[in-house]
């Protein structure tokens, strides 16, 4: 089974930077891709960021030059620096394997870990 454990939320202020990781274990993790998510109270949750495993990344655009995700093969870890944060930033992060056609077909979506709390005050 997949485990994923976020890390590094809590509280900042507008402006301010947070590092999130993600530990994971339970896959080849060099030959997947990782994504991080979010989720606001009352919202949908949402695709923020996708790292390959060649190391080709995508962003939303609401991040997009805002946020970079990387990743440390030999950790088995995925990052998500977030800099210039915004209170529509607030949610919740979860990180997940990029949702490739291979997964879907295998019909064995990793279960969400915990998630980590990011809040951005006004």
């Known amino acids: 089974q997949v485990q994923l454990v976020e890390s590094g939320g809590g509280l900042v202020q507008p402006g301010g930077s947070l590092r999130l990781s993600c530990a994971v274990s339970?896959?080849?993790?060099?030959?997947?891709?990782m994504s991080w998510y979010r989720q606001a109270p009352g919202k949908e949750r949402e695709l923020v960021a996708t790292?390959?495993?060649?190391?080709?990344?995508s962003y939303a655009d609401s991040v997009k030059g805002r946020f970079t995700i990387s990743r440390d093969n030999a950790k088995n870890t995925v990052y998500l620096q977030m800099n210039s944060l915004r209170p529509e930033d607030t949610a919740v992060y979860y990180c997940?394997?990029?949702?490739?056609?291979?997964?879907?077909?295998?019909?064995?979506?990793?279960?969400w870990g915990q998630g980590t709390q990011v809040t951005v005050s006004s």
């Open positions: 790292i390959t495993s060649s190391g080709s990344t």
């Open positions: 339970g896959i080849i993790f060099t030959i997947n891709g």
């Open positions: 997940n394997v990029e949702r490739t056609a291979a997964w879907v077909r295998a019909a064995k979506l990793p279960s």
